[in-house]
């Protein structure tokens, strides 16, 4: 079955540093996500991303987040001044259509801030 | 807001033991609802989902009733093996946009 890749698969950052998490979603989807789980907490939703636009972000999602699909295949989120509470797992998902139900999701960057 | 709450982990049971898998909704209106999984080093997974009231998700010998008068939509297997030990999600979505989580609980089946 065809997978949504995520790389690194863990990373370590100063805080005030920039990260950028990479994500291959799947090469026919056009609905793209990230979502993060910080450790003992529900999965939350971030931002939701089509037409090379964002089309919904929660309030997790301020300005020091964003989002970019720089070459037709990756799909970035971009953290521009980390703090230690950004410190969580970090999901990137992929849908083909809007209606479609199933949602595939990476394995996740486990960020962690210091 | 729409909520998710599902059973604190972990849990642990024998291999052939029976599961279930405790989660309620909070919500304004009918939301669908589904169970993700994650396996060790992998992506969450659909495992099964319910769009309306009564419906039964089911798939690998997991099953999920959407029960609409108590706003629950509990896993169930009758006989879990080894290979089922991974993190379970509750989720919901209303049209297939984004989905709410509950907090995920750890599952490991001893042999």
């Known amino acids: 079955e065809p997978e949504v890749t995520q790389t690194p698969s863990h990373q370590v950052t100063q805080m005030g540093q920039e990260v950028i998490l990479r994500c291959v979603p799947i090469?026919?989807?056009?609905?793209f996500y990230w979502y993060r789980q910080i450790l003992g907490q529900k999965v939350e939703f971030l931002v939701s991303?089509?037409?090379?636009?964002?089309?919904?972000k929660s309030e997790i999602f301020d300005d020091q987040f964003s989002v970019e699909r720089p070459d037709g295949s990756n799909f970035t989120l971009k953290i521009r001044s980390t703090k230690l509470e950004d410190s969580a797992m970090y999901f990137c998902?992929?849908?083909?259509?809007?209606?479609?139900?199933?949602?595939?999701f990476g394995s996740g960057t486990q960020l962690s801030v210091l | 807001g729409d909520s998710v709450t599902q059973m604190e982990g972990p849990v642990t049971l024998s291999e052939e033991a029976f599961l279930t898998i405790n989660c309620t909704y909070t919500?304004?209106?009918?939301?669908?609802l589904f169970w993700y999984v994650q396996y060790p080093g992998e992506g969450l997974q659909l495992l099964l989902k319910?769009?309306?009231?009564?419906d039964k998700g089911s798939n690998k010998g997991f099953e999920a009733t959407y029960r609409k008068e108590t706003t629950s939509f509990h896993l169930e297997k009758g006989s879990v093996q080894v290979s089922d030990s991974a993190v379970y999600f509750c989720?919901?979505?209303?049209?297939?946009?984004?989905?709410?989580f509950g907090t995920g609980t750890r599952l490991t089946i001893i042999p």
């Open positions: 090469s026919n989807h056009l609905y």
């Open positions: 919500a304004t209106g009918y939301p669908s």
């Open positions: 319910a769009t309306k009231a009564d």
């Open positions: 989720a919901l979505s209303f049209g297939n946009e984004k989905l709410t």
């Open positions: 998902a992929s849908r083909t259509t809007r209606g479609s139900e199933k949602l595939f």
């Open positions: 991303f089509y037409n090379n636009e964002i089309s919904e």
